[in-house]
């Protein structure tokens, strides 16, 4: 399976300001989804759009798709510090098995106090 | 709420010897993964497990490297002889049916001396 590019690589912004991330993927999907990681912990799904949908609301995460380009967006609103973390996007390919995530590079966030 | 678990937190082998990472799914997870993520790099998809058997695997999982899930509850990751390229955080995942949300445990630090 391919990976999901995520751009920016870096983000640094105030708190309270909107956070904006995008992905980029190759091929078909079933769903896409989004993962957040603290530095040196686990990955936590944060989100799941499937292939149909257009935009998903989670709490304060809005995610955006659009399969004819081929892309996604995460949009944190209101940030804090606590979403101080790296952001993946995780495209779920087409076709039935138990098929592994591929993570790119990440967003990584940082909420400047 | 139900979580991963992965046992132990760290390790330290020496080169050579062998090592068992266990995790412990969330209980009504169907499908299992093993990820890797060396220092500073992306996390990997290593081996993907359904049924009790391999479903998918990526090129660093070779003949080194086994899973199983002896008794319904644990998921084990074995290295036969460990290298030192080998270090690296190691992530469980679990997820109720394909192409869903993987539920990642909070990881073992594997160094190899």
């Known amino acids: 399976s391919q990976q999901g590019e995520e751009d920016p690589q870096a983000l640094s912004i105030q708190e309270g300001e909107n956070a904006t991330m995008n992905c980029s993927y190759k091929t078909s999907i079933n769903n896409l989804q989004w993962y957040r990681q603290n530095s040196g912990r686990g990955l936590v799904h944060l989100i799941l759009?499937?292939?149909?949908?257009r935009e998903k609301h989670s709490g304060r995460l809005r995610v955006t798709l659009d399969t004819s380009k081929k892309s996604s967006s995460l949009l944190i609103t209101a940030s804090r510090a606590a979403d101080t973390a790296s952001y993946f996007c995780?495209?779920?390919?087409?076709?039935?098995?138990?098929?592994?995530?591929?993570f790119g590079k990440g967003t990584h966030l940082i909420i400047q106090p | 709420e139900p979580e991963v678990t992965q046992t132990p937190s760290h390790q330290v082998t020496q080169m050579g010897q062998e090592v068992i990472l266990r995790c412990v799914p969330i209980?009504?997870?169907?499908?299992f993964y093993w990820y890797r993520q060396i220092l500073g790099q992306k996390v990997e998809f290593l081996v993907s497990?359904?049924?009790?058997?391999?479903?998918?695997k990526s090129e660093i999982f070779d003949d080194q490297f086994s899973v199983e899930r002896p008794d319904g509850s644990n998921f084990t990751l074995k290295i036969r002889s460990t290298k030192l390229e080998d270090s690296a955080m190691y992530f469980c995942?679990?997820?109720?049916?394909?192409?869903?949300?993987?539920?990642f445990g909070p990881g073992t630090r594997l160094l190899v001396l």
């Open positions: 209980s009504n997870h169907l499908y």
């Open positions: 995780a495209p779920a390919y087409s076709g039935g098995g138990a098929d592994g995530l591929t």
């Open positions: 497990f359904y049924n009790n058997e391999i479903s998918e």
């Open positions: 995942a679990g997820e109720q049916g394909p192409k869903r949300a993987q539920y």
């Open positions: 759009i499937r292939s149909n949908e």
